[in-house]
């Protein structure tokens, strides 16, 4: 899931992406966000798509930054939310060598040139499912990238997909037949062997994309050594329906789930 795939999809994003907030019936990310919140506090959305965490964020903090890899989403989220006026975007690679030291920063009205050394660190952030690569070097730096926007002993709300539960998921397809799992192809020659390569490193296809899953332990190894106090890792759980189109009356728990990871930075 690169640059030119998040550009494409924008237009179809409401129907085509997963949306956690909307899922998260236990409402235990916003939760999470509230613990931290307040009118002088700012955060930053990292990887803020179309904008959906907007209206949690901006009636709760003083300064909400919103930052993407995608132009074409951020000028959906920025034409969505006119009513809030403390919002500001700018595009971001989270994966690039060294983030720009030149900048533009949009606010209501006007594109700012900005340099980056004179934008202070964020009080929190959030980052819900948009570390997502396959690749291992750019998720390295998205991590890296992602410390260094934050003060120290500031918040942060990150959610990621979960390997075990995506595991889970294939083995009750299999082991039950769910959605006539029995006939799926396996893969042979290039793709099999790429596919092999990927599992093992957590990366395995959502809609036909190679998507970066975690584990519990590797998310709490990441957190700590990119330079975060993991306070808790949490299951972010959502219904079977999410993940099988006939999921069977009796398939109740445990139900397939995200992680979220509340931490504070060092
Ligand atoms: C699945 S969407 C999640 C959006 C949003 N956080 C939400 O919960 O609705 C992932 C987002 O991460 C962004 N993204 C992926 N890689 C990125 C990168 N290297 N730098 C910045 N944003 C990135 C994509 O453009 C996309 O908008």
Redesign the pocket.
């Known amino acids: ?1 690169e640059k030119g795939y ?1 550009e494409k999809i924008a237009p179809s994003y409401e129907t085509e ?5 909307k899922n998260d019936t236990s409402g235990k990310i916003v939760k999470a966000i509230l613990s931290f919140a307040g009118p002088k506090k700012s955060v930053i ?5 179309v904008g ?2 907007m209206p949690v964020l901006a009636p709760v903090f003083g300064k909400v930054h919103a ?4 132009n074409n ?1 951020l000028k959906i989220a920025a034409k969505k939310y006119p009513q809030y006026t403390n919002i500001t975007y700018e595009r ?4 690039a060598s060294r983030l720009l030291p030149h900048t533009r920063i949009a606010t209501k009205n006007n594109l700012v040139p900005v340099n980056r050394s004179k934008i202070k660190n964020y009080d929190s952030a959030i980052c ?3 570390i ?2 396959s690749s291992l070097k ?1 998720r390295n730096l ?1 991590f890296k990238h992602m410390a260094s926007f934050i003060k120290k002993g500031g918040d942060l709300v990150l959610v990621v997909p979960s390997l075990e539960s995506k595991l889970f998921s294939h083995i009750i397809a299999n082991k039950f037949n769910v959605d006539n799992a029995k006939k799926d192809k396996a893969p042979n020659g290039k793709r099999a062997i790429s596919q092999i390569r990927f599992i093992k490193d957590g990366v395995t296809d959502i809609d036909d994309v190679p998507t970066k899953h975690f584990l519990k332990e590797e998310l709490d190894l990441l957190l700590s050594l990119a330079g975060f106090t993991v306070e808790k890792i949490e299951k972010i759980n959502y219904k079977w329906s999410t993940e099988f189109h006939k999921p069977p009356n009796w398939l109740k728990n445990p139900e397939p789930w995200d992680w979220m990871v509340k931490a504070t930075k060092k």
């Not at 959305?45 to 798509?49: E, F, H, Q, R, V």
């Not at 971001?92 to 994966?95: E, Q």
């Open positions: 899931m998040w992406i997963f949306d956690v907030l959305d990292i990887g803020c798509a959906k965490w930052i993407d890899i995608s989403n971001v690679d989270m994966s819900i499912n948009a997502l690569t750019k998205f």
